[in-house]
């Protein structure tokens, strides 16, 4: 009954490899994120989807895509995959609406990618 | 673009002790949230503070937001293990997105 829901938790693939994450949530929040830990446990913003459509897309190389098929999902595909990738990666959802009470944003487990 | 500086970048106190972690802002905050993570887990809400002044308190975890809206403090009465991890501030930006601090590894010693 997870809010917030990634897959896979733990990713091992080598340099090169196309690699795909992918989130649900089942709040009914209109809005949903993905963020990347690393190593020094900084927190940083990637990407930003409402209603399927983007609208934050953060100084991230092509070779991240997110794809949001619909409102409950947003999935991130990685290509070409390099050592700098390793991190651990979030999924989050919210409604949107700002500062209101209630609209605190919901966080998955996490996926912690390694590149080798 | 909004930066966030927290500290201490880790602290380590006795259980029973109290505790005091700070979040400043380099612009005035619309929304500051307090989070908590564990190792190997997700972010837990804490609490979301708006109003300059504003005091909010749960269970031994106060959050407070000052006047001028770019400090804000989290303080822990009488810590336990259970309060262990790593506590981060997140600045609400205009589509809701967080920037968050640099966190605070907290280690409650028993």
């Known amino acids: 009954d997870t809010a917030v829901s990634q897959t896979p938790k733990y990713l091992v693939t080598q340099m090169g490899n196309d690699k795909s994450i992918k989130c649900e949530q089942n709040?009914?929040?209109?809005?949903m994120y993905w963020y990347k830990q690393d190593s020094k446990k900084f927190l940083k913003i990637m990407f930003s989807?409402?209603?399927?459509?983007?609208?934050i897309n953060e100084t991230v190389p092509n070779r991240f895509s997110p794809k949001s098929p619909d409102k409950a999902h947003l999935n991130l595909h990685i290509n070409s995959l390099e050592l700098g990738d390793s991190a651990v990666y979030f999924c989050?959802?919210?409604?949107?609406?700002?500062?209101?009470?209630?609209?605190?944003?919901?966080f998955g487990q996490g996926t912690r990618l390694t590149v080798v | 673009s909004q930066e966030l500086e927290q500290s201490p970048q880790s602290l380590i106190v006795q259980e029973g002790k109290n505790l005091t972690i700070n979040c400043t802002s380099s612009?005035?905050?619309?929304?500051l949230y307090w989070y908590k993570q564990k190792y190997g887990e997700g972010l837990i809400f804490l609490m979301m503070?708006?109003?300059?002044?504003e005091e909010k308190s749960h269970e031994k975890i106060t959050a407070k937001l000052d006047e001028k809206k770019q400090q804000s403090s989290l303080h822990i009465t009488a810590s336990q293990p259970s309060h262990a991890g790593i506590y981060l501030c997140?600045?609400?930006?205009?589509?809701?997105?967080?920037?968050f601090g640099s966190g605070t590894q907290l280690t409650v010693l028993p």
């Open positions: 989050a959802s919210s409604r949107l609406g700002q500062g209101a009470q209630g609209t605190e944003a919901f």
């Open positions: 709040l009914g929040h209109d809005t």
């Open positions: 989807y409402n209603n399927k459509e983007l609208i």
């Open positions: 612009k005035t905050l619309y929304g």
């Open positions: 503070l708006q109003k300059g002044g």
């Open positions: 997140g600045a609400e930006g205009s589509a809701r997105q967080l920037t």
